[in-house]
């Protein structure tokens, strides 16, 4: 911040005050162009009077005296919004004094490095909201508003030509965004708490009154990072190549299951305030759900077992298999759509057996060369022991895993683990998991085997 100048900032006032009156000339001069191919003479005139009154608006010196002495005086400014409670409210916002200090495990809006202040109040006045938000310095995403807050040196004369006239405009800018009057009020709408204080809180009528508002600002600052995570280029590409079954490599991507929207404002949004209007009234919550308790038991292979896919692995997968168990049972009745789905469920059991399969071959307690010593099936050890290859005397091993022949051999046990379980699962219609169904299974896991091995390291792309 201490190498912001007036220059900075002027340069910045300038550009917002320029894009906001590109805004209502753009109108404006498509009304212009019709009229005038019309030859209305009288309705050019008008408009071209509308151009010059927006014109001069714009002008730094009278938009400024406009945002000083009117909106500033229409706007209050905080990071906690009462109307967010109730759109009628007339209590006061608030600016929390964010304490960095978080308890581990807590979210607030100290989480946030840089939090944007709210606004609510007189909807024709929230253009100074978007003023005082213009960043200034991009590296440090100082904008108006900090600079203003702090009375920063840069500021001098950036908001009149008339430089007492300008400390003045900082002044009431200063005052709006510190939450206007000193004494807070509440209102009726607002919800109240009594919190009990003291040793005996009952006898002695003793509680603090607690004034919940909407947490505003870290609400839209999760709002827009829900909305980056699910919708940016890369999660949709992901996904829509997880859709394409035949696909190659597969790629992780993000889903946020059981998100609830509350809407605040109804069909005016701005009337809560200038964020919850730029997100359409629309506010994202998380699932607030009993946690699920996950037995942490760590997968391992044993020196005396046959195979990777046996009952140990079973456990491991079960969240998936679950699914597929799922899909069988309530599609049992038409064997298209059972296929169908069915393919879309193995989605996650190809995923979880790969991650299993990682934690093998990266986990320190299996060093390079540990299968020599296991009973495993030798495609086994060449998929699960990658870096045996490395040491001395084993140029037979690295051979035989360069081949590669032994993926197919991978994949046809996991697909008869696979066929085994469901068959003892619906023994009522077993004989529909047969060897000609199973096929679309080896070549989607055969293609997650060989993705492991392009990336190299066994990581599961």
Known sequence: MDQITTKHVLAAIDSFLQEQQAKKLEPEHKSLA??????????????????????????????????????ATQLTFGTHISKGIHPDSKGNNITANLNPYLPMGFVGSQSEKKIQLDASGNAAALP?????????????????CDLVLVGHPALKGVFNRDHKKSTLLEQAFKHSLEGGPSKRQTDTRNKQMLWPAGENPIKDDKYLLLIPLHASSLVAASHSKLIDVRFNEANKGAKKRAQKKKVTPLLPYVSIPNLARRKLGGSNPQGVSQLNSKQGGRNLLLPSLPPIFINTKTFSISRNQHSFFNKSLKYHAKSGLNELYVVVRSTENNIEVRNRRKDDALAPIFSQIIEMAYYIQTDTSY?????????????????????????????????????????????????????SDLRAKFKEFASDFNDAESAEWKREMHAAIKATQRAGSGVFP
């Open 128 to 144: 100074l909201a978007g003023f005082m938000n213009v960043v200034v310095e991009a590296r440090s995403e100082t904008k108006i």
């Open 367 to 419: 060093p390079p060369g540990w299968s020599k010593d296991y009973k495993l099936a030798i495609p086994q050890k060449y998929w699960l022991d990658p870096k045996r290859t490395e040491l001395e005397g084993e140029e037979d091993f690295k051979e035989g895993r360069e081949q590669e022949e032994w993926i197919d051999r991978v994949v046809e046990s996991f697909a008869l683990w696979l066929n």
């Open 34 to 71: 019709t009229a005038q191919t019309k030859g209305d003479n009288e309705k050019v005139a008008e408009i071209q009077n509308n151009i010059t009154a927006i014109t001069e608006k714009y002008q730094r010196d009278p938009w400024c005296i406009e945002a000083g002495e009117t909106m």
